[in-house]
């Protein structure tokens, strides 16, 4: 399932870096996503920016039902911070 216009406007967060880590995570796996994922996707988006922030750069753990999901995030926010091209 492809990520529709409404789910890369909820992607588009108030910190810059969350904005391009969603982008990519949007461009290379959210059309792979089981539909448990894809939910769960959706509630991540419901959280604060800066707790997620916090997650994806290890201050603080997350909460284990979004382990796996984070996991796929935080390759892309390390392409990020890396420089590493989309």
């Given at each position: 399932?492809?990520?529709?216009?409404?789910?890369?406007?909820?992607?588009?967060?108030?910190?810059?870096?969350?904005?391009?880590?969603?982008?990519?995570?949007?461009?290379?796996?959210?059309a792979?996503?089981?539909?448990?994922?894809?939910?769960?996707?959706?509630?991540?988006?419901?959280?604060?920016?800066?707790?997620?922030?916090?997650?994806?750069?290890?201050?603080?753990?997350?909460?284990?039902?979004?382990?796996?999901?984070?996991?796929?995030?935080?390759?892309?926010?390390?392409?990020?911070?890396?420089?590493?091209?989309?």
């Amino acid at each position: 399932m492809a990520a529709d216009s409404r789910v890369r406007w909820r992607c588009r967060r108030g910190i810059r870096e969350l904005d391009l880590v969603f982008a990519r995570f949007l461009d290379r796996h959210y059309a792979t996503l089981t539909p448990a994922a894809s939910a769960c996707f959706d509630l991540l988006l419901q959280e604060h920016d800066l707790e997620i922030y916090d997650w994806l750069m290890g201050r603080i753990p997350p909460p284990s039902d979004y382990l796996a999901l984070l996991a796929l995030l935080a390759l892309d926010s390390e392409s990020v911070r890396s420089g590493t091209p989309a």
